[in-house]
């Protein structure tokens, strides 16, 4: 079983930065892919970033490329969501989630996840 804790999450100017903490428990951290996904109200989940295991490998939605940096410690067991010149429509609850599965072509799929974490909401004003 792996518990997934978010932070970090909060109220920012359109342009800011925030960055987003997820610890985990568990003693094999670095053999999950990790990611986050995001859901604004109304909407359904979407994925935002991830970094796979297997290859050690990034992957990023469009929307955010160039904007946000998923980066990890294994020795912490912590992952983060470095998030630049944000935009209103960044808006959302942000979920962390770890997947036992290396493959990188799954890794923008929200199924593709064992484990999710409660969220934090990051709010961008404009």
């Known amino acids: 079983q792996v518990q997934l804790v978010e932070s970090g999450g909060g109220l920012v100017q359109a342009g800011g930065s925030l960055r987003l903490s997820c610890a985990t428990s568990?003693?094999?951290?670095?053999?999950?892919?990790m990611g986050w996904f995001r859901q604004a109200p109304g909407k359904e989940r979407e994925f935002v970033a991830a970094?796979?295991?297997?290859?050690?490998?990034?992957n990023y939605a469009d929307s955010v490329k160039g904007r946000f940096t998923i980066s990890r410690d294994n020795v912490k067991n912590l992952v983060y969501l470095q998030m630049n010149s944000l935009k209103p429509e960044d808006t959302a609850v942000y979920y962390c989630a770890a997947s036992r599965s290396g493959n990188w072509y799954l890794s923008g799929r929200a199924s593709n996840y064992d484990y999710w974490g409660q969220g934090t909401q990051v709010t961008v004003s404009s």
């Open positions: 568990g003693r094999t951290f670095s053999s999950y892919t």
């Open positions: 970094s796979v295991w297997n290859g050690g490998s990034t």
